[in-house]
C-alpha cells in the first residue's frame, strides 16, 4: 500500500539555523499538508498546497516557514531560522482529489530539535 | 473559532473492557468527522470517517463512532479492548467544502491516550 514517506525521522539544529523537512506524498495525491504536534500538545495545521500554490495556512505558518514542490515528487517545508519554539513533530500529509469526500494519509513525522 | 475537545487525556483499561472515547466539536455546519490513531513510534492513520449518511460508523479493528448532529458529538467506542489498541486517538473535524470549509485542513483535538493492561 503506498505510503507518505518523510526524511529525516529526527533533526537536531541550532537556533537560528534553517532546516529543511522533506515529504514525498503518495504519488496521484493532489493536495499536500504539514502539520506539527508540540510535545503534549495537539496536532495543529500549518499549511495546505494544491496545484502548486498555497492554498491556505494558519497563524503559525508566519515568514519564517515556507512551502515547496520542486520536483513533483518532494514537497518540502522549510523554516528559515529555527527557534526553541519550533522544537516539535512535524508530519506531512496528502489526499487524493478535490472532491468533498476525502480522507488524509499522514507520513511518520519528522522530529525536529532546536537547541 | 472552530475547536475540537477531547475530554479524556489518559484512559487506563483491562483487556476485554469496553471503550468510549468522547470528542466534542464547535462548528454550526456541516463537518466531516475522523478518528485516527497513533500507535507507540508509528504515524496516524485513520480509524473511521464520518461524512454524511448513517451517524453510526464502522472502523478498522472493530471501532466505531457514532455522530450525534444534536450534542455535537462524535464518540469513539469498542465493545472490548485488547492489548494492542494502546495508543494515542485524535478525534479530528474538517467543515465541508460546500459550507465554505477549508480546502481539507483538520482541526485535532489534544488526544487521548489508551492504556490497555493485559
Known amino acids: 500500500e503506498p505510503e507518505v514517506t518523510q526524511t529525516p525521522s529526527h533533526q537536531v539544529t541550532q537556533m537560528g539555523q534553517e532546516v529543511i523537512l522533506r515529504c514525498v506524498p503518495i504519488?496521484?495525491?493532489?493536495?499536500f499538508y504539514w502539520y506539527r504536534q508540540i510535545l503534549g500538545q495537539k496536532v495543529e495545521f500549518l499549511v495546505s498546497?494544491?496545484?502548486?500554490?498555497?492554498?491556505?495556512k494558519s497563524e503559525i505558518f508566519d515568514d519564517q516557514f515556507s512551502v515547496e514542490r520542486p520536483d513533483g515528487s518532494n514537497f518540502t517545508l522549510k523554516i528559515r531560522s529555527t527557534k526553541l519554539e519550533d522544537s516539535a513533530m512535524y508530519f506531512c500529509?496528502?489526499?487524493?482529489?478535490?472532491?468533498?469526500?476525502?480522507?488524509?494519509?499522514f507520513g511518520p513525522g519528522t522530529r525536529l530539535t532546536v537547541t | 473559532a472552530q475547536s475540537v475537545s477531547q475530554h479524556n487525556h489518559h484512559v487506563i483499561l483491562s483487556e476485554a473492557a469496553s471503550l468510549e472515547l468522547g470528542c466534542n466539536y464547535s462548528?454550526?455546519?456541516?463537518?466531516?468527522l475522523f478518528w485516527y490513531v497513533q500507535y507507540p513510534g508509528q504515524h496516524l492513520q485513520l480509524l473511521l470517517k464520518y461524512f454524511s449518511g448513517d451517524p453510526l460508523v464502522k472502523g478498522i479493528k472493530g471501532f466505531e463512532a457514532e455522530f450525534i448532529k444534536s450534542k455535537f458529538s462524535f464518540n469513539l467506542r469498542k465493545p472490548s479492548v485488547q492489548w494492542s489498541d494502546t495508543a494515542e486517538y485524535f478525534c479530528?473535524?474538517?467543515?465541508?467544502?460546500?459550507?465554505?470549509?477549508?480546502?481539507?485542513?483538520?482541526?485535532f483535538g489534544k488526544g487521548t491516550k489508551l492504556s490497555v493492561k493485559p
Open positions: 479530528a473535524v474538517n467543515p465541508s467544502l460546500n459550507y465554505g470549509g477549508s480546502q481539507g485542513n483538520l482541526i
Open positions: 500529509a496528502s489526499r487524493p482529489w478535490a472532491g468533498k469526500n476525502y480522507e488524509q494519509y
Open positions: 462548528y454550526g455546519g456541516t463537518v466531516n
Open positions: 504519488s496521484n495525491h493532489l493536495y
Open positions: 498546497f494544491y496545484n502548486n500554490e498555497i492554498s491556505e
